[in-house]
């Protein structure tokens, strides 16, 4: 018996200036620590009590996990699927990068039961879907797709975030598949993008509405900046609003979207769904 349609919902946990990318370059811990202070730790809590009972895929930046190991002890016991996201939050498109990323992650992975990832800016390549293998993952939600897609790459199954093919069928539906303004401008919406919930709530609701009819389980990201604020966020970010005003969106309260899609909808790790997929 196929699964149930439900909305796949996904936090991807990180410090709340991994949305400026200003800090890309920053690679001394103490310094990316007093930076985020204590924001990480302390909206984990409230974000939990938000999900609950629901259970969602919550992908760590592995650095929240060393600064404060109680942060995925608490979403593990919750009862929340625990991914990787990443250890430093910047693009990872280089191979050795990326492997020296996932070795950096190992410390902290071997304590928890952490089997799927989500790239930083949900872009991957070729290369990175035998890295995950190696390093013991089992699926990744990298790529944007309309919902119902499922792809293999060797032992990784990719996920896709959803995305919305206005006129008929979407280009080439393989992985990797880099969302691109070409596909926005042939009527592509990534409507599964934090991006497009800050922009049309209510649109992307029904999106989600007509999904579930339809009998696809559509896959969502949020933040955690977007549910609890960070301290003087809107200060501290607004040299980067005023140089990329895309970024505006990203940095909406979105707190009233979650309660909404879960007081009307059925959710669930992307974890629990692909199991039930395969086994199907």
């Not at 709530?201 to 900046?225: A, Q």
Request: with cysteine; hydrophobic share 40%; proline share 10%.
């Amino acid at each position: 018996m196929p699964p149930l349609p439900r909305v796949l919902l996904s936090i991807d946990y990180e410090p709340w200036f991994a949305l400026t990318r200003r800090y890309d370059g920053l690679q001394d811990p103490a310094q990316r620590q007093a930076l985020d202070g204590g924001f990480t730790r302390d909206a984990i809590d409230p974000i939990l009590e938000m999900l609950s009972p629901a259970q969602a895929s919550i992908y760590l930046v592995g650095e929240i996990a060393e600064w404060y190991p109680e942060v995925p002890c608490k979403i593990v016991a919750a009862g929340h699927e625990l991914g990787l996201h990443c250890q430093l939050h910047r693009p990872l498109v280089d191979p050795l990068e990326l492997e020296r990323d996932l070795i950096a992650s190992t410390s902290w992975r071997k304590d928890h039961p952490v089997s799927g990832y989500r790239a930083p800016m949900v872009g991957i390549d070729e290369h990175a879907y035998s890295l995950l293998a190696n390093y013991g993952f089992r699926y990744s939600s990298s790529i944007y797709a309309p919902a119902g897609v499922l792809l293999q790459k060797g032992s990784i199954w990719e996920l896709p975030v959803s995305s919305l093919a206005l006129f008929g069928q979407p280009g080439s539906l393989q992985a990797p598949r880099q969302f691109s303004s070409r596909l926005l401008m042939g009527g592509e919406v990534p409507y599964g993008s934090s991006f497009m919930i800050g922009l049309m709530p209510g649109l992307v609701l029904r999106i989600l509405e007509k999904c579930l009819r339809d009998g696809f389980s559509p896959v969502i990201i949020l933040h955690p900046y977007e549910l609890v604020r960070p301290t003087s966020f809107t200060r501290r970010i607004a040299p980067d609003l005023l140089a990329h005003p895309l970024l505006i969106p990203f940095t909406l309260d979105k707190s009233n979207f979650l309660r909404t899609l879960l007081k009307n909808f059925p959710v669930s790790p992307l974890g629990t769904y692909l199991d039930e997929k395969l086994h199907d």
